[in-house]
């Protein structure tokens, strides 16, 4: 099992950017695929972005190509969400999860979440 705790998020102007970290505790989290979620307020969650174990491998929601950039340190236990370029509509709370079995865009284990809100 592994424990997820998101930091980061923050109040940005459009046009700025932001670096989420989610922070991993318990072992072998270089065994576990991640990916990011967000909620926006009245709005179904959605995927953002996920990466493979070893960080070789990564996909993008349309909404966030080319914005956004993914990446892990295993070493750290921490995989990082770089948000450039932001807009009003990236306003949401994002969540990171976690698993050890690659499903598409599918994870079992969540954070609690950090807020992102990007004034216009």
């Known amino acids: 099992q592994v424990q997820l705790v998101e930091s980061g998020g923050g109040l940005v102007q459009a046009g700025g950017s932001l670096r989420l970290s989610c922070a991993a505790s318990?072992?072998?989290?270089?065994?576990?695929?991640v990916g990011w979620f967000r909620q926006a307020q009245g709005k179904e969650r959605e995927f953002v972005s996920g990466?493979?174990?070893?960080?070789?491998?990564?996909d993008y929601a349309d909404s966030v190509k080319g914005r956004f950039t993914i990446s892990r340190d295993n070493a750290k236990s921490t995989v990082y969400l770089q948000m450039n370029s932001l807009k009003a509509d990236d306003t949401a709370v994002y969540y990171c999860?976690?698993?050890?079995?690659?499903?598409?865009?599918?994870?079992?284990?969540w954070g609690q979440g950090t807020q992102v809100t990007v004034s216009s």
């Open positions: 990466i493979s174990r070893s960080g070789g491998i990564t």
């Open positions: 318990g072992r072998s989290f270089s065994s576990y695929y």
């Open positions: 999860a976690a698993d050890p079995t690659w499903r598409p865009r599918q994870y079992q284990y």
